[in-house]
């Protein structure tokens, strides 16, 4: 089981990115993934969720209405829309899952929102 996450970059205040987070060795449609993100010097914080169980997607309160997290089940990824991204956003964003017992995250893409 592995999780790539990619997608990161340098980008303006106002601008946008597409993170993706590949799966390989199980089927990703049948588990809850979520994106993280970590900036320096604060705790990881969860951004948003796309559940097995629920089709309406989870967003936290800093970036509902700015991103949207998608599935793409033909590629086996799943895919985080940052749009009117603001340099609060910067951070390394990583994407996770819990297969069975076991938690697996992505290695992490950074994120820079600046002019």
């Not at 086996?76 to 017992?101: F, G, R």
């Amino acid at each position: 089981v592995q999780l790539q996450a990619c997608g990161g970059g340098l980008v303006q205040p106002g601008g946008s990115l597409r993170l993706s987070c590949a799966a390989s060795g199980f089927t990703l449609d049948a588990y809850s993934i979520i994106w993280f993100r970590q900036a320096p010097g604060k705790e990881r914080e969860g951004v948003s969720c796309v559940s097995s169980a629920d089709p309406i997607p989870v967003y936290s309160d800093s970036v509902k209405g700015r991103f949207v997290i998608s599935r793409d089940n033909a590629k086996n990824t799943v895919y985080l829309q940052m749009s009117s991204l603001k340099p609060e956003d910067t951070a390394v964003y990583y994407c996770n899952t819990k297969v069975s017992i076991f938690t697996y995250w992505g290695q992490g893409t950074q994120v820079t929102v600046s002019s």
